[in-house]
T-cell receptor, first 110, second 116 residues
């Protein structure tokens, strides 16, 4: 599974877009990029995943570079409830073990 | 549709004791994985159960063992508890170790274990 690198912390003003970067230069061709977030003392929550193409759902957008070595999670209009630790994970679409790093702690500021 | 259910939510044990944590997977899921999350760290993979067998294991000692039942629910057992075993234990379910899951894992809210 791909090793990922994320900044340890970020701030974002409420109502603005939050852009969370992730480097996954060792990702292989069949590995997806998954994003999860964890609000304090809860279990991680699925946000979005993608392989090659950009993806969008009701929570966020995922932009994957053409060489697949990095991606950006975009929360279009951050709210205070989006304050959480965000994990970027490279993994096969097989339910196999995920390797979590320490993630990015996002703080949304009023 | 019930998600992943874990019990108990909190637990305090004494060093040297044994503990059993329980997990019911999301409806329709057949694979259960367990993760340990120490304070300030990301979750670390312990093991995964599919078809009532341990399929994969992370870097955890034999004191950590598990079981999966025919109804896909699972238990995590930890023997000879150490102070360092204090952590949030997360159960995650998915569909098929062989991979038809679109969303990877669905996680429970965890069991907070404190060893004193």
């Amino acid at each position: 599974d791909a090793k990922t690198t994320q900044p340890p912390s970020m701030d974002c003003a409420e109502g603005r877009a939050a852009n969370l970067p992730c480097n996954h230069s060792t990702i292989s061709g069949n590995e997806y990029v998954y994003w999860y977030r964890q609000i304090h003392s809860q279990g991680p929550q699925y946000i979005i995943h993608g392989l090659k193409n950009n993806e969008t759902n009701e929570m966020a957008s995922l932009i994957i570079t053409e060489d697949r070595k990095s991606s950006t999670l975009i929360l279009p209009h951050a709210t205070l409830r989006d304050t959480a630790v965000y994990y970027c994970i490279g993994g096969r679409r097989t339910g196999n073990q995920f390797y979590f790093g320490t993630g990015t702690s996002l703080t949304v500021i009023p | 549709d019930a998600g992943v259910t874990q019990s108990p939510t909190h637990l305090i044990k004494t060093r040297g004791q044994q503990v059993t944590l329980r997990c019911s997977p999301k409806s329709g899921h057949d694979t259960v994985s367990w993760y340990q999350q120490a304070l300030g760290q990301g979750p670390q993979f312990i093991f995964q159960y599919y078809e009532e067998e341990e399929r994969q294991r992370g870097n955890f000692p034999d004191r950590f063992s598990g079981h999966q039942f025919p109804n896909y629910s699972s238990e995590l057992n930890v023997n000879a508890l150490l102070l360092g075993d204090s952590a949030l234990y997360l159960c995650a379910s998915s569909l098929g170790s062989g991979g038809r899951s679109t969303y990877g894992y669905t996680f429970g809210s965890g069991t907070r274990l404190t060893v004193v």
